[in-house]
């Protein structure tokens, strides 16, 4: 059981928006996006990242592919350090991580016909040998006819758009693809026609997926390992299943029961997380969804909870966990 | 009598391939005081419907037929003036971002000041209103936040911000066009709430537009369901999720995960594509998708009643019944 991905103890600060006014209100000049995240994905696996909007998913998703610096911690991918590293040094390694974005129409550029969307990674790394053919292939893997070569994004439907950004990913047969709310805004049918073509290809190649998204029903579905996050921390990790059966972390049960059912006669008891996420610039004391939470002790007010350890690897920090 | 009553709408676009049919034939109507939820497919019409029952149809727009009573008046072929009355006032509506209705120039207070215009009262009392309605929609420290701009709040105090507005007035009838689409499940859940328990207070009808079954689940006591332009079902929450009729319905609601109980690991799906509306296909809309498809699909079926206002634009509306 060998990690593909580790990230150590991660911490990334972003400047805060005014650093005079930060100094003269006596407010930190920076904040903290991501805070002492630690957690592994094995390869061939799907980890899902979920959490509020704001709660640092995409920062520390760009981290890992270098497109945001880190503050301490480490990065590793493969058994190599990648955090830190230069240019010149992370090259090798872009080749094995894909990201595809949020807004598939948005990062398709809409002057470049699909083939020469589709061409663009092997040009990057040079491997332009053959690429009428390797461009058929891609599309045939996501799906699609070859003459969708020869379409502008503004020709494709949401769901071919979506396709087309999937085969961009896959390119260079990458061994992790990180996709950031890949299902945002679809419709459950296209959901999950992408969805299941994500999970045909990662069984055809092997690749691991670090999947971020807000939309619980789909986590349960396709990740084997997810971790909670609120304010840049993991407050809960472990087996999807096992979170799903029993999540201990408070605002992880009032996230799953906020997952409404398309029920009418359903009996789940929302349990309510009052007011709204405090802001970065000032982090609550003790446990930091105290003010939010519904089971707080005079405790969680002012000491920050410790992380508890259960069975394979299921992790929580709360005080009164459920 | 119905609040609105839409009957046998139909609206074509001008478009460069031709005249594209974006709603055909729908009818619908609404309540004093209900919640009706819109479900459908993104591009079946939703907004489409909304924008002509607030008058605001773009200006492509080729034809507009059928009618759509608002208490006694119709609202098609009704003048600008007449519109702007009811718009806003009487007939209120919150988008899914919240920034298509908030000026970024304008603190919240002069906003929520100006939308009293007809009003007549003094500044301080319809700021005392203002306040009033942010504290309704719970927001903390109300009187000294109406000074702040839209920027200087969160997604989530947005949306409420524009439903503290859209209330207001008092409307008889608030139009939400997936009010909820942006905001994650907590959040959602807590506008769901809000926007409940304040219809319960005005008293007024909401019409409530979604793509996320759960959230009209939840919310509203009668649904119809969008297909490419059309409404091919309509009936009570109960109705609708425990009893559907239409195929494109109950395909629907199959494809929802959090309707499957078991982990699965190939999701299920609705096969083939929606129907170009620049041509639309002779029959039943849902035909070249449907399971269900036999000899007389290629006839257009017309909505048959299966139980009390429970209605399904299918010929085999009876059969699919569930034993
Ligand atoms: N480049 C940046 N500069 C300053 N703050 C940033 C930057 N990128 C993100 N942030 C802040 O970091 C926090 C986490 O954002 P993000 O990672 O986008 O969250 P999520 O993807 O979970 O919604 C937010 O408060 C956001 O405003
Ligand atoms: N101004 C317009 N001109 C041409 N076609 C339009 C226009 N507005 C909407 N449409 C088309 O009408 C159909 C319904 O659109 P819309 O009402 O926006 O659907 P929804 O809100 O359900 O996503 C779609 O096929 C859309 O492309
Ligand atoms: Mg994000
Ligand atoms: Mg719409």
Redesign the pocket.
Known sequence: MTALLTVNDLTIRFPAASRIAARLSGQPAFIEAVAQVSFALEAGKTYALVGESGSGKTTLARAIVGLVPTHSGQIEFGGQRISGLGETALRPVRRQIAMMFQDPMGSLSPRLKVQSILAEPFKVHGETADLDRKIRSLLADVGLPAHFAERYPHQLSGGQARRINIARAIALRPKLIIADEPTAGLDVSIQGEMLNLMRALQEKFGTAFLMITHNLHVVRHVADRMAVMYLGRIVEEGDTAAIFARPRHRYTTALLSANLKADPDSSTQIIEAEGETPSLLKRPSGCEFHPRCSFKHEICRNEMPGEQAMAQGHRFSCHNPA | MALLDIDGLSVA???RRGE?Q?LRNVSLSVEKGEIIGII??????????I?SIIGLL?A??SAVSGSIRFEDENIVGMTEAGLRRLRGERITTIFQDPMTALNPVLSIGTQMTAIQYRRPESLAVKRRRAIDFLERVRMPDAARRLDQYPHQFSGGMRQRICIAMALLTEPDLLIA?EPTTALDATLEVQVIRLLRELQRDIGCSVMF?SHHLGAVADLCERVAI?YA?EVVEQGTVRDIFRDPRHPYTRKLLECDPGRLTEMQDTLPTIPGEVPD?VHIPEGCIFRSRCPDEFARCGERPSPETVGPGHRAACHKARELGTP
Do not use: I, Q
């Not at chain 2, 459908?40 to 419907?49: A, D, I, P, V, Y």
């Open positions: 676009f001008r478009t594209l974006a459908g497919e993104s591009g079946c019409g939703k907004s489409t419907l924008n773009p492509n727009v066009d537009v969008m332009g509306l």
